[in-house]
């Protein structure tokens, strides 16, 4: 089963990294393979939420439910799509005013192995690249509100 980890130490709040990882319905403005994304519904330490993953042409709708403590985690795993697995965590660690520490990992395994061969190549390199974007996306925001 294909699985990923990422460790970084980033020139922001952890709040700051937690709003722009909860903030889903913005995914695809940033996140090129999301094509839509939804939150369906939402308690105090728990969401539902639905993506649209394009992996290049190939539109592939899921559920997830997001289990999260503020500034600290965000648990996501699978409700319904076309994995056979799908888990991520992110972890938020306040190094200082304006410090944190992310660390992000996933695993998934499509159901269709003719999908798998199609998607996972696309699906496993957005993983691997999922933390610097987001990054990148926090430095953004983050910038703006400096300024």
């Known amino acids: 089963?294909?699985?990923?980890?990422?460790?970084?130490?980033?020139?922001?709040?952890?709040s700051?990294?937690?709003?722009?990882v909860m903030d889903i319905e913005a995914y695809?403005?940033?996140?090129?393979?999301?094509?839509?994304?939804?939150?369906?519904?939402?308690?105090?330490h728990e969401l539902t939420a639905e993506l649209v993953a394009d992996f290049k042409g190939l539109r592939q709708p899921f559920k997830t439910v997001d289990r999260f403590v503020p500034n600290k985690l965000v648990e996501?795993?699978?409700?319904?799509?076309p994995f056979r697995f799908l888990e991520s965590i992110w972890s938020f660690e306040e190094r200082g005013p304006d410090a944190c520490r992310v660390r992000f990992s996933i695993e998934f395994e499509f159901k269709s192995m003719v999908l798998g061969m199609v998607?996972?190549?696309?699906?496993?390199?957005?993983?691997?690249?999922?933390?610097?974007?987001?990054?990148?996306?926090?430095?953004?925001?983050?910038r703006k509100e400096v300024k």
């Open 16 to 20: 700051h990294m937690f709003e722009v």
């Open 119 to 142: 998607a996972s190549p696309i699906f496993g390199h957005a993983c691997k690249t999922m933390a610097h974007v987001f990054e990148e996306r926090a430095m953004q925001l983050y």
């Open 1 to 14: 089963m294909p699985s990923y980890e990422d460790l970084r130490n980033l020139a922001c709040p952890a």
């Open 28 to 44: 695809p403005s940033f996140l090129p393979w999301v094509a839509e994304a939804r939150i369906l519904t939402r308690s105090e």
């Open 76 to 81: 996501v795993r699978l409700l319904e799509g």
